[in-house]
C-alpha cells in the first residue's frame, strides 16, 4: 500500500500531500485506476478521493479513461515529467542509454535513490522476446538491487545500514540475507567499480551497475543493464563491468553532478 503521508502533516498542507499521493501511485501503476482502489492505496474515503481526483482532471494533471472509468495521468502529468527530464539532464544521458543497448540488445536503466528505494528514473527497454518488463517510476529496495548496491558504495552507507533489520527481506532465493553481508558486497562493488545483482531481486534477471559519480565522490543515481539469466553467464557479467563504469562516466559529464533537483531526490 501507498501511504498517504499527507496524515501526519500540517493541516494546511493535507490537501496538497494527498493530491501529490494519488499523482504518485499513478506514476507508479501499470494502467488506470479505479476511484475505489485509489482510496483502498491511500488510505482515503472514496469520496475524498474521487474530489481530489476530480480536482487533478480540471488542471489536466489526471485523466479518465471512459472504456474503464479507470484515471490515469494526464498531458499537464506529461509536460511535468519532460520538464523534470531537462532539468535533470535526462535528455541527454538518453542517447548513451541507447548506445549501450545498441551494442548488447539488453535493458538499460538510469536509476536515482529516493530515501530507500532506487527508482527508475529512465530506461532503454530491451526488443528481445525474453525481458524482464519494467517501466519508469518503478521502486525496488537498494539491498536488492545493483542500482542500490551501486549507489549505497559510493555515498555514506552507514545510517542506513543502521536502519536495517537483522534479516533482510527475501525477494528471491538469493537476496543477501544480513545488513553484513550487504556491508561485505559494497566493500567489493567500491573495489571493482560495478555492482552485481546475481537475482536477489527479480528470479531469472541478472544485473550489472555502476554509480553515477559527483565531484565530492558520491554517488545519487547508478546505470545498470538487465539481462535474462539465461543471456548472463558469469562471464557475461564481468564483459560488462567495466562497460556500466564506462557509461557511468559519460552520464555524469552530461548530467550536472551537483544539480539540486538530483540532489533533492536522492533525499526524499
Do not use: W
Request: overall charge negative; aromatic content about 4%; hydrophobic content about 40%.
Amino acid at each position: 500500500m501507498v501511504t498517504d503521508r499527507s496524515a501526519t502533516a500540517p493541516a494546511g498542507t493535507q490537501a496538497i500531500g494527498r493530491a501529490l499521493a494519488v499523482l504518485r501511485l499513478l506514476t507508479e501503476a501499470d494502467g488506470d485506476l479505479g476511484i475505489l482502489h485509489i482510496a483502498q492505496e491511500l488510505d482515503l474515503k472514496p469520496g475524498t478521493a474521487h474530489r481530489i481526483v476530480r480536482a487533478l482532471m480540471l488542471e489536466g494533471y489526471v485523466a479518465q479513461n471512459p472504456a474503464t472509468d479507470g484515471y490515469y495521468l494526464g498531458s499537464r502529468a506529461i509536460l511535468v515529467g519532460q520538464a523534470a527530464q531537462r532539468a535533470l539532464g535526462v535528455d541527454r544521458a538518453l542517447p548513451l542509454l541507447e548506445r549501450l543497448h545498441e551494442e548488447t540488445a539488453e535493458s538499460v536503466n538510469l536509476v536515482v535513490r529516493e530515501g530507500d528505494e532506487s527508482v527508475v528514473l529512465m530506461r532503454v527497454q530491451s526488443t528481445l522476446p525474453l525481458r524482464f518488463e519494467q517501466y519508469p517510476g518503478a521502486r525496488f529496495p537498494l539491498y536488492s538491487t545493483a542500482s542500490g548496491k551501486a549507489m549505497l558504495s559510493f555515498s555514506d552507507a552507514d545510517e542506513y545500514l543502521s536502519r536495517l533489520p537483522d534479516r533482510l527481506d527475501a525477494l528471491t532465493p538469493n537476496t543477501l540475507g544480513t545488513p553484513a553481508d550487504l556491508l561485505r558486497d559494497l566493500d567489493e562493488i567500491r573495489a571493482r567499480g560495478y555492482s552485481i545483482d546475481d537475482e536477489e531481486n527479480v528470479a531469472g534477471v541478472r544485473c550489472v551497475g555502476a554509480p553515477v559519480v559527483d565531484i565530492d565522490g558520491q554517488a545519487h543515481a547508478a546505470v545498470v543493464i538487465q539481462v535474462p539469466t539465461v543471456r548472463m553467464p558469469v562471464e557475461r557479467i564481468h564483459q560488462l563491468g567495466p562497460r556500466m563504469i564506462e557509461l557511468a562516466k559519460q552520464v555524469a559529464h552530461v548530467v550536472p553532478p551537483d544539480h539540486t533537483v538530483r540532489r533533492s531526490l536522492s533525499r526524499r
